[in-house]
Each structure stands twice: as C-alpha cells, then as structure tokens.
C-alpha cells in the first residue's frame, strides 16, 4: 500500500492568516496517461463525518471556498487555506487513490492561535 | 439530495459477528463504487473495503481480509458489510462512502460505531 504522511501533526495559526499543511506519498500518485495526480484533501470537523475539498490535487470540490487551494506533484503535496476563518477548525487529511485500496495520511489538526 | 445512511453496529465480543448496512438515496446507486472507511477512536482514516457499481469488483485493506466481506443489492439501493471473526482493533467508526472521481469518497454517511470489547 502507498503510504500517506503529512506534516505537521498539528498547527495553530491566528484568524485570517495562512496555514500550510504538506502531504508526502511514498510513491508517485502521478498517472502520466491521463496527466493527473490521484490525491485528494478532506476536512473533518469534530463530531463530524470528512467532507471532500480537493481532487486531482487542485481541483476544489463544488461548494468550496476559494481560500483552500492544493498544490503539488508527483510525491509532494500542499494545502493551503489562504485566510484562516473560525469554521476552519478542523483535521484535514490527504488520500491517494491511485492504487487500491486508498490510504489516507495521519491528519493535521488546524486550530486557532 | 444524497442520503447514506448506516446502520448495524454495536458491542460485540472478540471473535464475534457483526452485520453493517448503508441505505442510500438521492442518487442512481447502481452507477456508483462504495466503499466502507472507519476511524478508530481518536485516530485516523483507514479504507477498509470498496465495491464496483456493478458488485463484480471488490477490494480489502490486509488488516480485513478475508474475514470481511463487502456486497450490495442495487434492488434495494444496500450497501453491506459482514463483519466475522471481529478483533478488539477493529473498534471504530464505520462510515459509508459514495465513490467519484476514481476513489475519491464526495458523500459520507453520520457512520456506525462497532466496538468490539468482552
């Protein structure tokens, strides 16, 4: 199985600033047939299911506020909330689905400074 | 509007038996993979089993196999997961997901909460 690992484990970061969370695979999630990275990005509030933010690395889910971007290729991957909000407070977790089954990284908790 | 909607767990003793099920709606069922995924207590996500839209096609993580078995009746829109031989490590949060994107997971179920303990 394609291991997942993201860092860091946890970050605060004060209202409107940016976080910046990292995903690494332990290979290549990059198809070059279809030109796509098989990664995506979720957000799990707490008490809560995980909701789906990105796709193909980049693509934001329909609903998603702009200010959560992905970015990243290959072996490495960024998400990045550009103005942090109050509702963001959350684990967001990476996911590979280039193989099965799917592997999901250990999570970043995103809390307020 | 897409509904899943799981139900079946509960406690059960170490090398008990334990039958999930997922009602969905909202959506043409049969078009779509599922997958079950689950969070044991305070940790992280784990893709235990999926299935194709057809039922043909059905994957296991290794800590699952063959003691669980994924299946899904498209008549009654169902997705299934027959739990045997249960292990206290297999105590988590079992949600339901709608596969898109070759794998992604766009709709969740509120999950199920197996816990297995003597």
């Known amino acids: 199985d394609i291991v997942m690992t993201q860092s860091p484990d946890s970050l605060a970061v004060s209202l409107g600033e940016r976080a910046t969370i990292n995903c690494k695979s332990s290979?290549?999630?990059?198809?070059?047939?279809?030109?796509?990275?098989?990664l995506a990005w979720y957000q799990q509030r707490p008490g809560q299911p995980p909701k789906l933010l990105i796709y193909?690395?980049?693509t934001r889910e329909s609903g998603v506020p702009d200010r959560f971007s992905g970015s990243g290729s290959g072996t490495d991957f960024t998400l990045t909330i550009s103005s942090l909000q109050a509702e963001d407070v959350a684990v967001y977790y990476c996911q590979q689905y280039y193989t099965t089954p799917p592997t999901f990284g250990q999570g970043t908790k995103v809390e307020i400074k | 509007e897409v509904q899943l909607v799981e139900s079946g767990g509960g406690l059960v003793q170490p090398g008990g038996s334990l039958r999930l099920s997922c009602a969905t709606s909202?959506?043409?069922?049969?078009?779509?993979?599922m997958s079950w995924v689950r969070q044991a207590p305070g940790k992280g996500l784990e893709c235990v089993s999926g299935?194709?839209?057809?039922?043909?096609?059905?994957y296991y993580a290794d800590s699952v196999k063959g003691r669980f078995t994924i299946s899904r009746d498209n008549s009654k829109n169902t997705l299934n997961l027959q739990m045997n031989s249960l292990r206290a490590e297999d105590t988590a949060i079992y949600y339901c997901a709608k596969v898109v994107y070759e794998y992604c997971f766009d709709y969740w179920g509120q999950g199920t909460l197996v816990t297995v303990s003597s």
């Open positions: 290979q290549s999630v990059f198809y070059s047939s279809n030109n796509k990275n098989y």
């Open positions: 909202g959506f043409t069922f049969s078009n779509y993979a």
């Open positions: 193909w690395a980049s």
């Open positions: 299935i194709s839209g057809s039922g043909g096609s059905t």
